[in-house]
T-cell receptor, first 108, second 114 residues
């Protein structure tokens, strides 16, 4: 299947800091999605991107669909403790392929 | 807000037994999906379903797996003869349209095969 490389694998940050994570692939995708998953729960959609170059915000979250259509990034500004969780990117081609996840820990 | 629901939340079964995982997708959605996530690993696509038939499936979705929409609301995943390596979280998702449309996930069923 398609490989989505997500980095960093884990992050430990202080509350109030900004966070940046990204997802890259050797394949072109038509759609990029970013999900957050809390332990024992299903992924929850954060942001959906449908066009190359698209930059979309959802509160403190901002994500961009890379111009090459092979990458996307997610930024979280002014992190808070409830931002803790695992963040997954997902790219859609014939089906959705998920990245390996970025585990975020926010230290109060 | 409409949401995808799944039952049971946790299923424990003996190896070789059949299990059926149930999902109720969002009511106006037409496309349905099953994913699994082995503990500590990424979410993996299993199958997509539209108009009462499978539209895509991954190499994981072998003859042990089947899906069904037995009525207007439920969408089920059956594993005929469970193996230890089937232990995982199974997520159902639904979307209004197909390619590129946002998929909304259920809370998952944790399957433990002993």
């Amino acid at each position: 299947g398609q490989q989505l490389n997500q980095s960093p694998q884990s992050m430990f940050i202080q509350e109030g800091e900004d966070v940046s994570m990204n997802c890259t692939s050797s394949s072109i995708f038509n759609t990029w999605l970013w999900y957050k998953q809390d332990p024992g729960e299903g992924p929850v959609l954060l942001i959906a991107l449908y066009k190359a170059g698209e930059l979309t915000s959802n509160g403190r979250l901002t994500a961009q669909f890379g111009i090459t259509r092979k990458d996307s990034f997610l930024n979280i500004s002014a992190s808070i403790p409830s931002d803790v969780g695992i963040y997954f990117c997902a790219g859609q081609l014939d089906q959705f392929y998920f990245g390996t996840g970025t585990s975020l820990t926010v230290i109060p | 807000e409409p949401e995808v629901t799944q039952t049971p939340s946790h299923q424990v079964t003996q190896m070789g037994q059949e299990v059926i995982l149930r999902c109720v997708p969002i009511s106006n959605h037409l496309y349905f999906y099953w994913y699994r996530q082995i503990l500590g690993q990424k979410v993996e696509f299993l199958v997509s379903f539209y108009n009462n038939e499978i539209s895509e499936k991954s190499e994981i979705f072998d003859d042990q797996f089947s899906v069904e929409r037995p009525d207007g609301s439920n969408f089920t995943l059956k594993i005929r003869s469970t193996k230890l390596e089937d232990s995982a979280m199974y997520f159902c998702a639904s979307s209004e349209a197909a390619h590129g449309d946002t998929q909304y996930f259920g809370p998952g069923t944790r399957l433990t095969v002993l």
